[in-house]
C-alpha cells in the first residue's frame, strides 16, 4: 500500500501565475481533504471532495479550486498566485464523510513557493 | 467557532523525560480527536485517534487522553528519546466534514 502520495513535491511559481497540484489517496480511501500550511503553524483546511463534489470549504477565496476524479485522485488548483500563497500543501485521504468518524492519512505534501 | 490551542509551544527536554503536550478545543460538541507527528518539512503522520465516546487510547510510550466536557487533551509520551523530535499537532474533528488545528507544540529531546 504506497499511501498517499502527492506531486510534484517542491514548486517554484512566478506572482500571477496558475498551479496545479496533484493527489492520490490511500487504496480504499474515496474522500480526499486539501490544507494549507504557512511556516509555522498548523495546517488550514481549503475543502474536502467526496463523490467528485466539493463538500465543504474552509475560509479560501474562489482562486483556490479544486476536483475529484472517478479513481478519487484530487487536484488542487490555485490561479493568480499571490506572495501569500507559498505554503507547504498537504492532501488528506479518509473513507467516508458526513459524520462518519473517520481517521485522516496525509501525503508528504507539496511545496510552493511563489517569488 | 471552534479553535484549537496548544500549549506549550516548544519544549526542550532531556532524554528519558516522562513528557506532557496540552491541547484545548473551545467547542466540546467534537467527533473525534487526532494527535499527529510532523517532521521539518515532511507531511503529518497520525499518531492516536480518539473518538468522542472515548477517554483514551494508547500507542506503545504514548497515551492520549480526552476531556470533552472540559475541551481538553493530553498525550503523554514516556521515556522521550531523541527520534521523539519533531512538531506535535492536534486536530478535532467537528463533523461536517471539517478538521481544525492546534499550531503545535515543537518538541525537542537532547541526548
Known amino acids: 500500500d504506497a499511501g498517499v502520495t502527492q506531486s510534484p513535491t517542491h514548486l517554484i511559481k512566478t506572482r500571477g501565475q496558475q498551479v496545479t497540484l496533484r493527489c492520490s489517496p490511500k487504496?480504499?480511501?474515496?474522500?480526499v481533504s486539501w490544507y494549507q500550511q504557512a511556516l509555522g503553524q498548523g495546517p488550514q483546511f481549503i475543502f474536502q471532495?467526496?463523490?467528485?463534489?466539493?463538500?465543504q470549504r474552509g475560509n479560501f477565496p474562489d482562486r483556490f479550486s479544486g476536483h475529484q476524479f472517478p479513481n478519487y485522485s484530487s487536484e488542487l488548483n490555485v490561479n493568480a498566485l499571490l506572495l501569500g500563497d507559498s505554503a507547504l500543501y498537504l492532501c488528506?485521504?479518509?473513507?467516508?464523510?458526513?459524520?462518519?468518524?473517520?481517521?485522516?492519512?496525509f501525503g508528504p505534501g507539496t511545496r510552493l513557493t511563489v517569488t | 467557532k471552534q479553535e484549537v490551542t496548544q500549549i506549550p509551544a516548544a519544549l526542550s527536554v532531556p532524554e528519558g523525560e516522562n513528557l506532557v503536550l496540552n491541547c484545548s478545543f473551545t467547542?466540546?460538541?467534537?467527533?473525534?480527536l487526532q494527535w499527529f507527528r510532523q517532521d521539518p518539512g515532511k507531511g503529518l503522520t497520525s499518531l492516536l485517534l480518539?473518538?468522542?465516546?472515548?477517554r483514551e487510547q494508547t500507542s506503545g510510550r504514548l497515551n492520549a487522553s480526552l476531556d470533552k466536557s472540559s475541551g481538553r487533551s493530553t498525550l503523554y509520551i514516556a521515556a522521550s528519546q531523541p527520534g521523539d523530535s519533531a512538531t506535535y499537532l492536534c486536530?478535532?474533528?467537528?463533523?461536517?466534514?471539517?478538521?481544525?488545528f492546534g499550531a503545535g507544540t515543537r518538541l525537542f529531546v537532547k541526548a
Open positions: 488528506a485521504s479518509s473513507y467516508g464523510t458526513g459524520l462518519t468518524l473517520y481517521e485522516q492519512y
Open positions: 487504496s480504499g480511501h474515496d474522500t
Open positions: 471532495y467526496y463523490e467528485e463534489e466539493e463538500r
Open positions: 467547542d466540546s460538541a467534537i467527533y473525534n
Open positions: 480518539i473518538q468522542s465516546s472515548q
Open positions: 486536530a478535532v474533528n467537528t463533523g461536517g466534514f471539517k478538521t481544525i
